[in-house]
C-alpha cells in the first residue's frame, strides 16, 4: 500500500474514533536504518531520563515513568531523520485535510525503555503543553513478542460509554496516531529494551 493511502486511512481513522494502528507503515529497511541511528546515539550517551512536566514544573519521577528520550531539533536533524520529518509532514497535510485541526508543527523524540522501564497512566496533552493535538508512536523494534511486555495500552470508551482498554504492542514498522488530549495511555512494564519515535503534531508554529 502507498504511504499516501496509508495516511489517508489513519487521517480517517483518527476522525471516527481517534485513534488507530496501522502495521507496516515504514518498510524494513527505513526501520532498521531508524534502529541503527538510534542505537549510535545511545552509545555516545546522548540520551537522557525523561521528566514530567514542561520549563520550570519540569520533574525526573522514576515512580511514573522510566524511559529515556533524545529530542531531535528540527534544525539539527541527520539525514535519517529528515526523512523520517518529511514523511511526518505528509501525514500532518492528511490529517489536516480529513480531520481540521489545524496542525502547524511537529516535534519528535527517539524513546528508549530499558528492561524493567514503565510509564502510568497519563494524556500527552495538559496544561503547559495544550498545543500538542496528536501524538504519532514509531515502533523500531526488532522481532517483538507479546511476552516480552512493553504494550502501549490506551484507554476509549465503547459503544455504551463504558471505558475499554486496549494492549498494543510495539512492533517494529507499526505506527500509532491518537488524539493526544482524547486518549489516555499507559506504557505496560516491558522486559525487553523497547525503542520507538514519539512525535506531536501541534496547533502553534
Not at 550517551?45 to 528520550?69: L, M, Y
Not at 471505558?163 to 517494529?172: A, H, Q, W
Request: net charge negative; with cysteine; hydrophobic share 35%.
Amino acid at each position: 500500500m502507498h504511504i499516501s493511502k496509508k495516511n489517508q486511512i489513519i487521517a480517517e481513522g483518527l476522525y471516527e474514533k481517534g485513534w488507530i494502528i496501522m502495521d507496516d507503515y515504514i518498510n524494513e529497511e527505513f526501520r532498521d536504518s531508524l534502529l541503527k541511528e538510534q542505537q549510535d546515539i545511545l552509545r555516545h550517551g546522548q540520551f537522557r531520563h525523561a521528566g514530567i512536566g514542561k520549563g520550570d514544573s519540569f520533574a525526573i519521577k522514576p515512580e511514573i515513568r522510566s524511559d529515556k528520550v533524545f529530542w531531535m531539533e528540527e534544525g539539527e536533524l541527520s539525514p535519517m531523520q529528515e526523512s523520517f520529518w518529511k514523511k511526518m509532514e505528509a501525514l500532518r497535510e492528511k490529517i489536516n485535510q480529513r480531520c481540521f485541526l489545524g496542525l502547524r508543527s511537529f516535534e519528535s523524540h527517539f524513546a528508549m525503555y530499558p528492561p524493567g522501564s514503565f510509564y502510568l497512566r497519563h494524556l500527552d496533552q495538559f496544561q503547559s503543553v495544550a498545543y500538542r493535538m496528536v501524538t504519532v508512536i514509531l515502533y523500531l523494534n526488532h522481532g517483538w513478542k507479546e511476552e516480552d511486555g512493553g504494550a502501549l495500552r490506551i484507554y476509549f470508551p465503547d459503544e455504551n460509554g463504558i471505558e475499554k482498554g486496549l494492549d498494543i504492542y510495539p512492533v517494529g514498522g507499526r505506527l500509532v496516531c491518537f488524539l493526544s488530549g482524547e486518549i489516555p495511555h499507559e506504557v505496560m512494564t516491558t522486559k525487553k529494551e523497547r525503542i520507538s519515535i514519539t512525535g506531536w503534531f501541534r496547533n502553534i508554529d
